[in-house]
């Protein structure tokens, strides 16, 4: 006995049956009625009964008519008209580039904009409150910047922005990855998750063999990574000669942990030692490097990273900051990745002290407080070189600073930690320690400097104030130091004061760099004028230093890893604040300097001193750019500016000869027809210049 059909009912429609739009008395279509899904049986609507929807529902078995018990199916919508995937995406391609071009209205709405930003500077609105962002990009590319990226510089630099509007790359940083690879996009691997295409046997084969794997991870252990802090050494060894007994039932996490710690030993074997991986069977050096990287973040995705644990956060965050350090013309990814680290680490509870968690082990607290502090680390200064909000922004957290003891120090099992070290004593842990103690500060700054309103100056004065009382606890012994004063110390040491010293440096130019271009300076500012350029000299002396000791024979040749680990950002930050005040109107000028001399006040550097500065700088980025290509894009813009320079000099000297010389030079060039020339002691040539 077959249901009656559905068109049987008043109200329905058969299923996939469309009525065409009727037209009411205006001649305006009438909506189409939507087909009513029909739940109850057949039998059960003729008898208008109540159906539990089963099958065959209650009714039916009641009435013994469970043969009969049948359901209309489910309208179907009608099929839409085949279309290639081609043409589709040809569509959306079509509809996002019409966004981005802006064509026809879009003109009309940026003229409205501007005449909003107009009205709102002649109503009086500080010029802060606009120009500290800026919005970069050709008709294809809009990228926002906030000011602590170096390019928001630009609104106060006019006669560099063509410099940046003519460039193809957009913000002309970001070129892509810095070397071509076979080898698919592992970050796109974790930013797209899904299951894994590598299979364990194929993360197995990427490894070399185990006399290899033992050097490079001795080479990891032997850098003095920022990362290091965060694999306890004694606890992974131990896994590790575990892991060569029975390789194939090691966990994916662990496995990935250990295809990054190798992939970072290559790293930092190309500096120190090339010939050591010159003997791994394979292709190029980067090439191994990438395989083997690529290979971990199969393993992380394989491992659902997205459920995190310890051992799994140590992978992922070695990951990013592999990223942070070898792929700085893509800092987008990273600052994705590094935004996911403390969202990951936020459902751990990362964020809070162990000392307020239950079940927390002494050891386990002190590996929690590692990890946090490097990812919100790296999550700032990644946010910083992208002139974007931190996510740590607002975020309460309370975790304390991690102890001044060694790896040698704790162990799993332990029932307390040991009493932590002096800070006069130097360990394994003293530069972790420091860096995110002023980079808890720094990261107020920069919140301050991306803000959108203008803050009061007692504001900056007080991060002023904690910044400088912070930098005076530092150590003797961790800050920089002269070449030949350093001679004796472990090149780690070195490279470590320099990370800090940049650090601090950085900050009080990003925290006063607003006023070094007041139109009328401030007598209150002087303060933030002359901090800002002393932090800009000492960046730059740091970037000759650190170059020169990298430099064959240098004691950081090793380590040369740490001048492509520091951000090109941050020297272009300074050379622009140093070129922004030799522009400046009201920067002393050769005799002002020569005043204060005689009096024996403290003088800024003269101009020629800043030129020299930007020389120096210019001709380390052209060294710089013979080993890696995203070096050429700085090399551009100091070169940019030596030359607009140049001309303003050729411009100055012109303007400088009396109007009558050039008169007369005019004059020898093309005298005119019938025209005596009038000599050089000729009184008429002054008085009639003087007249026009």
């Not at 956060?313 to 403390?342: D, G, H, K, P």
């Not at 394994?428 to 860096?435: E, H, I, L, N, P």
């Not at 139109?519 to 932090?535: D, F, Q, T």
Request: glycine share 6%.
């Amino acid at each position: 006995m077959s249901s009656p059909p559905p068109s049987s009912e008043p109200g329905t429609e058969s299923p996939g049956q469309r009525h065409p739009p009727t037209a009411d008395a205006a001649g305006a279509p009438k909506p189409t009625k939507r087909n009513r899904v029909l739940l109850s049986c057949a039998a059960c609507r003729v008898s208008k009964l109540k159906c539990d929807r089963t099958q065959p529902c209650s009714q039916c078995l009641k009435k013994g008519r469970a043969s009969s018990c049948a359901y209309a199916p489910k309208p179907a919508r009608p099929a839409a008209p085949p279309r290639s995937m081609t043409a589709r995406l040809k569509r959306l391609e079509a509809m996002v580039r019409g966004m981005m071009d802006g064509d026809g209205d879009g003109d009309g709405e940026r003229e409205q904009q501007q005449q909003l930003l107009s009205e709102g500077a002649a109503a009086g609105s500080p010029r802060e409150e606009t120009h500290a962002r800026v919005v970069l990009g050709g008709r294809a590319t809009m990228t926002y910047v906030g000011a602590t990226h170096f390019m928001a510089m630009l609104d106060d630099i006019e006669d560099l922005k063509s410099f940046f509007e003519d460039d193809d790359d957009g913000d002309g940083m970001e070129d892509g990855p810095a070397d071509s690879s076979p080898v698919p996009s592992d970050t796109d691997m974790l930013l797209l998750l899904g299951s894994s295409p590598m299979s364990k046997r194929e993360m197995l084969s990427v490894l070399p063999p185990r006399p290899d794997v033992d050097r490079l991870i001795r080479r990891y252990f032997g850098a003095s990574s920022p990362t290091q802090i965060v694999v306890h050494q004694p606890t992974f060894m131990r896994q590790y000669n575990d892991f060569w007994q029975d390789p194939w039932h090691v966990p994916m996490e662990w496995l990935a942990l250990l295809l990054m710690i190798v992939s970072q030993g290559i790293v930092f074997a190309i500096y120190a030692a090339p010939d050591e991986i010159e003997c791994i069977h394979g292709t190029s050096q980067p090439d191994k490097y990438r395989r083997l990287r690529a290979a971990a973040g199969w393993a992380l995705v394989a491992s659902k990273y997205t459920s995190p644990s310890h051992t799994k956060m140590q992978a992922y965050l070695l990951y990013v900051a592999t990223e942070f350090m070898t792929n700085r013309t893509s800092s987008a990814n990273c600052y994705v990745l590094s935004s996911v680290a403390i969202r990951l680490m936020l459902q751990m509870g990362l964020h809070r002290d162990p000392s307020k968690l239950p079940n927390i082990s002494p050891f386990d607290g002190e590996m929690r407080r590692r990890l946090w502090h490097l990812a919100a680390q790296i999550e700032l200064l990644t946010s910083f070189h992208m002139g974007l909000p931190s996510m740590l922004n607002g975020l309460e957290a309370d975790v304390n600073p991690v102890s001044n003891l060694g790896d040698e120090d704790i162990y799993p099992g332990m029932s307390a930690l040991p009493p932590s070290k002096p800070d006069s004593e130097q360990t394994q842990m003293t530069y972790a320690r420091w860096k995110s103690q002023i980079c808890a500060i720094f990261g107020q700054i920069a919140a301050q400097t991306n803000s959108i309103t203008v803050p009061a100056y007692s504001e900056v004065m007080r991060l002023d104030a904690l910044l400088e009382a912070k930098w005076k606890q530092v150590p003797a012994f961790m800050k920089v130091k002269s070449m030949e004063e350093s001679m004796s110390d472990p090149p780690a040491i070195i490279h470590q004061r320099f990370g800090l010293a940049s650090l601090y440096q950085k900050s009080r130019c990003i925290l006063h760099r607003r006023y070094i271009t007041e139109a009328i300076p401030k007598k209150e500012h002087a303060y933030s004028r002359r901090v800002c350029l002393e932090g800009a000299e000492e960046m730059l002396r740091y970037q000759d230093a650190i170059h020169l000791a990298t430099l064959p024979g240098g004691v950081l040749r090793q380590h040369g890893w740490f001048l492509a680990a520091l951000a090109t950002y941050d020297f272009l930050i300074a050379a622009m604040i140093v070129y922004v005040l030799y522009q400046s109107e009201t920067y002393p000028d050769a005799e002002t300097l020569g005043e204060r001399k005689e009096t024996g006040a403290t003088s800024p550097p003269s101009k020629e001193d800043l030129v020299e500065m930007l020389r120096r700088s210019h001709r380390i980025w052209l060294i710089v750019t013979l080993d890696n290509s995203a070096a050429k894009k700085a090399a551009d813009i100091l070169e940019t500016m030596l030359t607009k320079i140049e001309q303003s000099k050729k411009a100055g000297e012109e303007d400088s000869i009396p109007t009558w010389q050039k008169q007369m030079a005019i004059s020898n060039a093309e005298p005119l027809s019938g025209s005596p020339l009038i000599g050089e002691s000729c009184p008429l040539v002054v008085c009639c210049c003087e007249v026009v």
